[in-house]
């Protein structure tokens, strides 16, 4: 072990763990304001109950991600200064675009919302969760154009003086193809969680909450339930897109999704496969006929290329001395990881607004512990494709500019190293505690009660507090 396997090691585990908040805070933010709108245009006051009760989820998850997400900028310049310098011009660009626009335009809009129930007309006071939730999206945008350059550089010409990148388009850079899928599937992926949490939440307390908060936890299983139904068909969609934008620019991924050695024509999928460890012997496997080619290009028929060919070619191109090919065993089974968990969501959702359809309130005890998984099962499948999608890129921190080897800090020693692994491993495990026991807390405490409209002279009076509605 060196200070490279163990940058790698923290830069990874920090990231996995940061993105356990991100797609809720993504999801709960616009389905938050949904509730909101409906509210808006109903008055029922169901929705304003929902909306303050998933409100006040989402500002905990909210908080905890961006204490997780500080860290990962200083990594950059702690770990992986020479991948810093390489790269900062460009990658630096979008950091700065997401803090100084996205990020800004979300947290000055939640705390609007946050402290202006009572004193913002109620349309004024609308518009800044909507603005507090286009600002998580666009934030997500950017850093997903970030670690696309990381997939696929454009937008950028090589300094033969300073041996960096210098960004020479930022539309190249923003219309990044595989930007352009990854953002829906990534987007849909945050819906899907957001959703499944709902559905876990609201039947939890339709089997034992207060009667009478089950007719509007009933609307909340019925609601999230429906999302993460619609959700995983986007995922799905969008994931069909982004494996074709995959293949043509990283076909070595590809190949290792399927442990595909050797280049194939009318190429399958396998479900699952008995032997070697690196897949290159097999004793059985399930596999679905022609279906890798159809991911990769769209036609059944089409030649997917294989390790042992782009192992070649990369070596041609790129030099000899590395072998091209990610670990095999990390990429073919995050890649099925997380579409099973995927779709293990997608088919608990159902189940739920199965019980719950025509006014039911299910007393299947089982459904109730399955249904509980439902958070989980989502932020599983984000967790996988991440993984998949990291890991698949490897040897490349650049993909065919930089090797991962040559962008970590050389003045950082192993037991440096070791030091700040250990110590934000042991952080992060805490904040976890924090985290899950909050959400718990809240989660459990049901409905809020609802103050009682402030008349106008009230509204107008400047010496009131603002209200904290949490």
Same mark, same amino acid.
């Given at each position: ?10 830069? &990874? ?15 709960? %933010? ?8 409906? $509210? ?18 989402? +500002? ?9 997400? =500080? ?8 770990? $992986?200064?020479?991948? %810093? ?59 997903? /154009? ?5 997939? !696929?550089?454009? &937008? ?34 945050? +819906?899907?969680? /957001? ?11 339709? #089997? ?16 999230? &339930? $429906? ?11 969008? &994931? ?29 999928? %396998? ?18 006929? !022609?279906?890798?080619? $159809?991911?990769?290009?769209?036609? =059944? ?14 070596? /041609? ?28 969501? /997608?088919?608990?959702? +159902? ?51 930089? *090797? ?15 030091? %700040? ?6 952080? #992060? ?8 026991? *909050? ?32």
């Amino acid at each position: 072990m060196d200070a490279l396997d163990v940058a790698r090691w923290q830069f &990874g585990v920090t990231t996995v763990y940061h993105f356990l908040f991100v797609p809720l805070t993504i999801g709960l %933010s616009l389905l938050v304001a949904i509730m909101q709108t409906v $509210w808006y245009r109903t008055r029922d006051e169901k929705w304003l109950r929902l909306t303050k009760f998933f409100g006040k989820l989402f +500002l905990i998850n909210f908080a905890m991600g961006i204490v997780t997400g =500080i860290v990962q900028e200083f990594q950059f310049g702690m770990n $992986w200064s020479d991948y %810093s310098r390489f790269v900062g011009d460009v990658f630096g660009s979008l950091l700065a675009i997401e803090a100084l626009v996205a990020f800004f335009l979300e947290s000055t809009f939640l705390g609007l919302w946050i402290f202006g129930w009572e004193k913002l007309p109620k349309r004024i006071h609308l518009a800044t969760i909507w603005a507090a939730s286009i600002g998580t999206i666009l934030s997500m945008y950017f850093i997903l /154009a970030a670690n696309s350059f990381m997939q !696929n550089p454009v &937008g950028f010409h090589l300094n033969p003086d300073t041996g960096r990148a210098e960004l020479n388009s930022i539309g190249a850079l923003l219309t990044n193809k595989v930007t352009l899928v990854t953002f829906p599937h990534t987007f849909f992926g945050a +819906l899907m969680t /957001a959703g499944g949490l709902i559905v876990a939440v609201a039947l939890w307390h339709l #089997y034992r909450g207060r009667e009478e908060q089950k007719d509007t936890f009933r609307t909340a299983v019925t609601f999230g &339930g $429906w999302v993460t139904l619609i959700a995983t068909a986007g995922v799905l969609i969008s &994931g069909d897109f982004q494996g074709k934008i995959m293949t043509e620019v990283q076909p070595m991924k590809m190949a290792a999704a399927e442990g595909l050695y050797e280049t194939t024509s009318s190429a399958p999928l %396998s479900i699952l496969t008995i032997g070697s460890l690196d897949g290159s012997r097999e004793v059985f496997a399930i596999t679905v006929p !022609n279906l890798l080619s $159809w991911l990769g290009k769209g036609d =059944i028929h089409a030649e997917i290329e294989g390790i042992n060919n782009l192992q070649e070619q990369y070596t /041609a191109q790129y030099g000899a001395g590395v072998n091209y090919a990610p670990i095999i065993p990390v990429t073919y089974w995050s890649f099925r990881m997380m579409i099973f968990f995927g779709l293990a969501a /997608a088919g608990v959702a +159902l189940l739920a607004l199965w019980f719950t359809r025509g006014g039911r309130t299910p007393t299947y005890k089982p459904l109730l512990w399955l249904t509980l998984t439902l958070p989980l099962l989502p932020l599983a499948a984000n967790s996988f494709g991440w993984i998949f999608t990291e890991m698949g890129r490897q040897p490349w921190i650049v993909f065919g500019e930089m *090797l991962t080897r040559d962008g970590v800090s050389r003045s950082v020693s192993l037991a440096e190293v070791l030091t %700040s692994f250990t110590t934000f491993t042991l952080l #992060y495990a805490a904040l976890a505690v924090v985290e899950v026991k *909050l959400l718990l807390k809240y989660a459990k405490a049901g409905l809020p009660e609802l103050d009682p409209e402030p008349t106008d002279d009230e509204k107008n009076d400047d010496s009131r507090p603002l209200a904290f509605a949490y």
